[in-house]
C-alpha cells in the first residue's frame, strides 16, 4: 500500500520560513516524480514544485520561484519543500504527490497523494 505523509505544517508570520517533508513508502520512490501541490478553498489544487527521479531537474509554480526549493533523498524515500520568505497568500493546504512523467505535472497525471498539511501564514 503505498502512502505518502506530509508534515512540517504550522503557523508561522510572514517573512518567516518552514520545511516541508514527505515520508514515501509501499512504492519504488526513485522512479517517480515527486511534486508538491497547494490548495485554498474554493479553488484548483496548483502546482507548487516538481522534482525528477534523480533531483537533476525541478520545476517551480511562478508564485513560489526563488523562494521555495524543492529536495529529494532517494535513500530515505523522502522529499523536502523548503519555503522562505512566506507570504500571506502561501496559506494553504500542501500536499505530496508522485507521478511518472516531468512534462506532465497537473494534478490529474499525478499516481498518488497524501492527505496534507496545513501552513497558515499570518500578517
Known amino acids: 500500500q503505498v502512502q505518502l505523509v506530509e508534515s512540517g505544517g504550522g503557523l508561522v508570520q510572514s517573512g518567516d520560513s518552514l520545511r516541508l517533508s514527505c515520508a514515501a513508502s509501499g512504492l519504488t520512490f526513485g522512479i517517480y516524480i515527486m511534486a508538491w501541490y497547494r490548495q485554498t478553498p474554493g479553488k484548483e489544487r496548483e502546482l507548487v514544485a516538481a522534482?525528477?527521479?534523480?533531483?537533476?531537474?525541478?520545476k517551480y509554480g511562478d508564485a513560489v520561484k526563488g523562494r521555495f526549493t524543492i529536495s529529494r533523498d532517494n535513500s530515505k524515500n523522502m522529499v523536502y519543500l523548503q519555503m522562505n520568505n512566506l507570504r500571506t497568500e502561501d496559506t494553504a493546504d500542501y500536499f505530496c504527490?508522485?507521478?511518472?512523467?516531468?512534462?506532465?505535472?497537473?494534478?490529474?497525471?499525478?499516481?498518488?497523494w497524501g492527505r496534507g498539511t496545513l501552513v497558515t501564514v499570518s500578517s
Open positions: 504527490a508522485a507521478g511518472g512523467h516531468f512534462g506532465r505535472l497537473g494534478p490529474q497525471n499525478m499516481d498518488y
Open positions: 522534482i525528477s527521479t534523480l533531483g537533476s531537474n525541478s
